[in-house]
């Protein structure tokens, strides 16, 4: 396995392409209600070296209970770890609550995955290889977003809202998906929805209940001492899932707290990246040497 201090020192080494960070509504988004940054989501890009890109992209949803977003170990840490496999990264700075409820986020995360396939020739990216990855509050979004999708707008005046927004896969780390007690982290509902939210509104967003045959193939990494987001809301998308012969791979490691990112120094939890790299080169998204 790559640890990370061995990860970032090959990133410095390689070829170095640097981030760029990009509104994903120039004129403004659509319910905007200020100027301030918080109010400006955006989309920052980290593309994979030409030397290694292989045209798999993956759209990143930081985690933090939907007020808060935690851009360094869910986010840039991420992104380069993507980027040594040959994958091009795209982190979303998303609206966030109080101040902004549902669908806002979805709406970012939304627009995240059309910009990313409407510009894919550019990001030299495969159209057909663009997948969402979520933490936390992150996998909530992320797991809406691929449950939740439509093909595009034919008739859109804005180019990029011409592109599907279904993700081609699903990676959900640690992930709230249902917002019903026992299992529902509710600091997460409450900033998406507020305290007081209409029940149907709710269970609209327990994302078991929305997977369907044509929700994406899903990986999902999970603890089983998280007591923030109990594994059971990993396992409820993995049956739910399975219910619909939609492909899934569930991985629950026994050691580690919520939060864990990529797990480096947490003995053998440290070892899930490679599940996943294992799982993308089973889904062709990286090529087997």
């Given amino acids: ?128 290889k663009i997948g969402i990855w979520g933490f936390s509050a992150g996998g909530h979004l992320a797991s809406t977003a691929g449950t939740q999708f439509d093909a595009g707008n034919p008739n859109a005046a804005d180019a990029i809202d011409k592109a599907s927004c279904r993700p081609d896969f699903l990676i959900l780390c640690y992930p709230v998906i249902t917002f019903e007690p026992p299992f529902a982290h509710m600091g997460s509902r409450n900033n998406l929805l507020g305290k007081d939210a209409d029940a149907k509104l709710v269970e609209s967003l327990c994302n078991h209940t929305r997977v369907t045959a044509q929700t994406p193939p899903t990986f999902l990494f999970h603890t089983d001492e998280d007591t923030g987001v109990p594994p059971e809301n990993s396992i409820l998308f993995y049956l739910a899932l399975k219910k619909h012969k939609v492909p899934a791979e569930l991985h629950i490691y026994e050691k580690g707290r919520h939060g864990v990112g990529l797990a480096t120094k947490m003995g053998e939890t440290a070892s899930w990246p490679d599940r996943l790299v294992g799982w993308l080169k089973n889904r062709d998204m990286i090529p087997s040497k």
Avoid at 20 to 37: H, R, S, V
Wanted: hydrophobic fraction near 40%; glycine fraction near 10%.
């Fill in 1 to 128: 396995m790559i640890s990370l201090p061995t990860f970032l020192t090959f990133a410095l080494l390689a070829t170095h392409v640097e981030p760029q960070t990009i509104p994903l509504w120039p004129n403004g988004a659509p319910g905007a209600m200020g100027t301030e940054d918080k109010d400006k989501p955006s989309l920052t890009i980290y593309l994979a070296t030409k030397e290694k890109a292989n045209g798999t992209a993956v759209v990143v949803c930081p985690g933090g209970g939907y007020g808060g977003l935690a851009m360094g170990h869910e986010g840039k840490e991420i992104a380069e770890f993507l980027n040594l496999q040959g994958i091009s990264a795209f982190v979303v700075k998303y609206r966030l609550g109080p101040k902004y409820r549902h669908p806002a986020p979805l709406m970012d995360a939304q627009r995240a995955i059309r910009t990313v396939r409407a510009n894919a020739t550019s990001y030299g990216v495969d159209s057909k």
